[in-house]
């Protein structure tokens, strides 16, 4: 006789295997948080305790301080456990402050618009 489990079962015991560990949490708008894994449900909403954001411009990065994080399971894209015995950024990396890398991000995101605009004028001009 054989018996079978709930497919919410794996989902779960995936899940406990993390519990009071340092997580990644990539979100459904791009965001990554991490931050101690202190609870979770069937629906995969998860609670980070110690959360931040983490903002990564190019060699940049910062690291903003959310504290207790409830995060909706339908908004978790991927988790993954962080090895606390390797480092979690290249060493090329350079910590700045948060009006630092909000700078960073604009610059960032003015220049990308910018090669958008570009781009749509290049495509006009393109006379096949």
């Known amino acids: 006789m054989s018996w ?3 497919a919410d079962v794996y989902l ?4 406990a295997s993390y519990l009071d560990k340092k997580l990644l949490v990539l979100l459904r708008d791009g965001r990554k ?3 101690i894994l202190r609870s979770f449900d069937q629906f995969a909403n998860v609670v980070l305790e ?3 954001e983490r903002l990564i411009v190019g060699d940049l990065y910062c690291d903003i301080p959310l504290g207790l ?4 399971g339908e908004n ?8 606390p015995l390797k480092r979690e950024l290249p060493p090329n990396m350079v910590r700045v402050s948060e009006p630092e890398i ?3 991000q604009k610059v960032e995101r003015e220049a990308s618009e910018l090669m958008g605009t570009m ?3 290049m495509d006009f001009l393109d006379m096949d």
Do not use: N, Q
């Open 4 to 6: 079978a489990e709930p």
């Open 12 to 15: 779960s015991t995936s899940l």
């Open 33 to 35: 948080l991490l931050g």
């Open 50 to 52: 110690g959360a931040c």
């Open 69 to 72: 994080y409830v995060i909706r």
């Open 76 to 83: 978790v894209v991927l988790i993954g456990e962080l090895d």
């Open 102 to 104: 909000r700078s960073a």
């Open 119 to 121: 781009k749509k004028r």
